[in-house]
């Protein structure tokens, strides 16, 4: 089978890369080859490379910068996902759409259900739900809302606080929010299981457990104090 994934030098790109290139042909797709916000550039990249699904982890990740600028993030989060799901449908590939946990508004006190009321409560959420919808129009599509996300590849919020203990320095991380983190290399070999043969539809991927992001940082902490 043959792989396109965008949004591959992210934290989780880089991940899905790594393994889905172990068992599959992988087509790294970088804003170098393509600018997912125009759509002729997506399609002439996509029927060179034909790949039979295309995993679109491209995104504007942050919601500050969301905030910040809506229309950016409009642009990115939905327009660049449509560029991806026309160009992929005409060429008879099936989308892995990498979504998140910010379309919803984070009120229930127990984990949201796929069939879950969306009411996103931010910028961000609303672009990545508007790309949901855009993504499920497709004949063969899967969605995957992700949370916190941690792994090798590139700096994320738990490697920052390993390295801000490291130099001495205080690292500051919320105590409050109680929700469920994702090991990015579990969640590629998940999400690459479902696309062999899981039927299209929406999965929420997380690893087991709930904590606050405090709770995941300090447990980082310590296992590195143990090594």
Known sequence: MKVAITGSTGLF???LVQVVGKRHTVFSVGRAEADITKFDEVRTVLQSLHPDVVIHAAAIPSPDVCEDDPAQA??????????????????????????????????????????????????YGRTKLRGEHVVAALPRHWIFRVAVLFGPGKLNFVEKGLRAVAAGQQYVVASDQLGH???????????????????????????????????????????????
């Open 13 to 15: 790109g880089q991940g």
């Open 74 to 123: 409009y642009l990115v989060n939905v327009h660049g996902t449509r560029h991806i799901a026309e160009a992929a449908k005409e060429i008879g590939a099936a989308v892995a759409y990498i979504s998140t946990d910010s379309v919803f508004d984070g009120e229930k006190r127990i984990p949201y259900k796929e069939d879950g009321l969306t009411i996103p409560a931010t910028v």
């Open 181 to 227: 983190a994702l090991y990015t290399l579990d969640g590629a070999s998940k999400i690459l299981e479902v696309v062999e043969k899981g039927p299209s539809g929406i999965y929420h991927l997380t690893n087991q457990g709930t904590c606050t992001r405090y709770e995941l940082a300090k447990y980082a902490l310590d296992r590195r104090a143990l090594t």
